[in-house]
């Protein structure tokens, strides 16, 4: 059972690249999220998509986009990477959007 | 004031007795709670959901959730050194469409 898996689990990007972060998984969720994790500032929602053709904003939405691909698949867009873009990147899906949510493995990211 | 709070610990407690983590949101209308733990380095896994009044226990571990006082609780009881992790607490607020995390509690369980 692959659960929610991330590509990649590590990247270095240099100050203004561009990258996309992949996410999908297999249980036939409908809501998926992109949250990013800091030393001290816990887990905080970037985007989420309670359903397939559904985006939101979360708390920390600026310099990101999502694309919600199909009910599987939904990726988070860096547009022109900065320092404080500099975290560790979690993709999670859950059945609906009250229910818990099941994480995939990380995808640390430095941006010099 | 946070949507989600948690003292950040560390909470440190012998091996064997029983840990406490507490958990305050601050929205009423708030109908499903979480919680995770997360080794250093890896990803939040899911331990306990609650989404009515009362105890909910799963093995060694209890979450309390009182909606009245808007908290929500875990005990970890006959701790043992390998439940030492960070514990996120986490929200669906206003019973919407996202999860929302406290910034969690540092556990050490001593041998």
């Known amino acids: 059972n692959a659960g929610v898996t991330q590509t990649p689990k590590f990247q270095v990007l240099k100050t203004g690249q561009s990258m996309t972060l992949q996410c999908a998984q297999d249980?036939?969720?409908?809501?998926m999220y992109w949250y990013r994790q800091d030393p001290g500032m816990g887990l905080r929602l970037i985007y989420y998509?309670?359903?397939?053709?559904?985006?939101d904003k979360g708390e920390v939405p600026n310099g990101y986009n999502v694309s919600r691909l199909n009910k599987r698949e939904f990726s988070l867009r860096l547009e022109s990477a900065a320092p404080s873009q500099t975290s560790v990147y979690f993709c999670a899906s859950s059945p609906t959007a009250n229910t818990e949510a099941f994480f995939g493995q990380g995808t640390r990211l430095t941006v010099v | 004031q946070k949507e989600v709070e948690q003292n950040s610990g560390p909470l440190s407690v012998p091996e064997g007795a029983i840990a406490s983590l507490n958990c305050t949101y601050s929205?009423?209308?708030?109908?499903?709670f979480f919680w995770y733990r997360q080794y250093s380095g890896k990803s939040p896994e899911l331990i306990m959901s609650?989404?009515?009044?009362g105890d909910k226990e799963d093995g060694r571990f209890t979450a309390q959730l009182n909606k009245a006082s808007q908290y929500v609780s875990l005990l970890i009881r006959d701790s043992q050194p390998s439940d030492s992790a960070t514990y996120l607490c986490?929200?669906?607020?206003?019973?919407?469409?996202?999860?929302?995390f406290g910034t969690g509690t540092q556990l050490k369980v001593e041998l």
């Open positions: 249980m036939n969720h409908n809501s």
């Open positions: 998509s309670a359903s397939e053709g559904t985006t």
């Open positions: 929205d009423r209308g708030s109908q499903s």
């Open positions: 609650i989404y009515s009044n």
């Open positions: 986490a929200v669906n607020p206003g019973g919407g469409n996202k999860l929302t």
